[in-house]
């Protein structure tokens, strides 16, 4: 029989990787279903839903967590919730792998085997484990939502007898995961939309959600994308290009989304001050790519910020403020990983396939170090920032900035 233990979030965290349907699921894979009392409820599933579908619950974390095989969380979890569980349990959960090394050094140490989640491969068989798309794409559409809902004005064009009232103008930048859930979503609510991106397979899926593609698409962009479908950094004659073409684009937009990201590296800054100066007040932008140091120069991590009139939204998970389906989705992403790697359905017992790409993909840290081989390069760079150099050589000082610099890169 294999355990599952799922303890509470933290009080920044709505969501949940469990929920009654996943519990009924797993109990009939062969497995016990322990979460902590109360885990649940902020995407409102009770204690009493969980009980019905065979899940126990538990007092308090460590309750949750000390007898598990496997533990699901949302986040990275504290220390000390990874000291009380079994050496060689496996945590499994969205554990931000390239922020805090030491911090996951340490959590590594507990000889808990680390699986992040972010990390799955993005391969067709991995679909429906790929937390990435499942939260992103929520998050796309509640960045319309969150837009339209401080817009002071409709989106749909309007015939009235008093008038009509024009279409809004939405603008997307970055059509990833999200950015195609943001199109839809403006498109839905009636909005005139456009998008742009570098890389060229995007153009025909703008197209095909009845949005207009803007980007310049120059030879480089012909070659902008990675064998893993993800876009390169761009060289500063491309960014110059693509800066010209946004300014003159963005005078006329009234809302604009932005979520461009290139995976391992800062988020490009896409929209000046300038630009923000040339749209009209009352426009709103939306930063989807905050977290990772924003697209927009004036945005604030978590905060709203208005400049001459243009509010600049930069809050934080967004899929989290709609955490009833972020967590129904999210836990199903969990469920589809446990079920195709970690459990053999036969024996209804835990047998994880080590040489499995997804084991490898997500795996971050077994028995006791870590064996991603980026995370590991970069514990070496942070430790050796860290370390003391010898008297009188100066080497210190440029080693710390070195190691610095490519901890954030
Ligand atoms: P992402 O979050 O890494 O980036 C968002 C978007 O920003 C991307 O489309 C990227 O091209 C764009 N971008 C980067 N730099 C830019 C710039 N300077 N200007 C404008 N746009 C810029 O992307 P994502 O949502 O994770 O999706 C990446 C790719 O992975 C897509 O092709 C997607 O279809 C694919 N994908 C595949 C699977 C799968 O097969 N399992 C699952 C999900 C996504």
Not at 7 to 23: D, F, Q, S
């Amino acid at each position: 029989m294999i355990a599952i233990g799922v303890p509470a979030e933290g009080a920044g965290e709505p969501r949940i990787g469990l929920t009654p349907e996943t519990v009924k699921k797993l109990v009939k894979a062969g497995a016990s279903v322990t979460i902590r009392s109360g885990a649940g409820l902020r995407s409102h599933f009770s204690d009493n839903e969980y009980k019905e579908a065979g899940a126990t619950i538990a007092k308090s974390d460590e309750e949750a967590v000390s007898g598990a095989d496997v533990v699901f969380t949302v986040r990275r979890p504290s220390l000390s919730l990874a000291k009380s569980m079994k050496k060689g349990a496996a945590l499994i959960g969205m554990l931000d792998p390239f922020s805090d090394a030491e911090g996951l050094d340490a959590l590594a140490k507990t000889g808990v085997s680390l699986f992040a989640m972010e990390l799955m491969p993005r391969i067709t068989r991995a679909q429906s484990m790929d937390v990435l798309s499942s939260q992103s794409n929520l998050a796309g559409y509640k960045a319309v939502i969150d837009a339209a809902s401080a817009f002071e004005r409709a989106l749909p064009m309007m015939m009235t007898a008093a008038g009509t009232v024009p279409a809004a103008k939405v603008f997307i930048m970055g059509v990833g995961v999200a950015g195609l859930q943001a199109i839809a979503t403006a498109r839905r609510l009636g909005a005139i939309v456009s998008a742009t991106d570098v890389r060229p397979a995007v153009k025909e899926q703008v197209a095909s959600l009845g949005a207009k593609f803007i980007a310049v698409e120059d030879e480089e962009f012909k070659q902008a994308e990675t064998a893993g479908g993800y876009a390169k950094e761009m060289s500063d004659a491309y960014k110059k290009k693509q800066a010209a073409l946004v300014a003159e684009h963005i005078k006329g937009q009234d809302i604009v989304i932005t979520t461009a990201l290139i995976p391992g590296r800062p988020a490009p800054k896409l929209i000046s001050k300038e630009m923000i100066e040339s749209m009209k007040p009352g426009s709103i932008i939306v930063d989807l790519a905050v977290e990772r140091g924003g697209n927009v120069e004036l945005a604030k991590t978590g905060e709203t910020v208005e400049h001459k009139g243009v509010r600049i939204m930069g809050k934080l998970n967004l899929a989290g403020s709609l955490p009833v389906n972020a967590s129904s989705l999210y836990a199903r992403n969990l469920l589809a990983f446990v079920e195709g790697t970690l459990i053999d359905k036969e024996k209804k017992s835990l047998a994880i396939k080590w040489d499995d790409e997804l084991v490898k993909g997500t795996l971050i840290a077994r028995d006791g170090a870590i064996v991603n081989a980026m995370i590991a390069e970069r514990l070496g760079g942070a430790q050796a920032a860290a370390a003391p150099a010898p008297e009188g050589t100066g080497a210190k000082k440029t080693g710390t900035k070195r190691q610095a610099k490519g901890a954030n890169s």
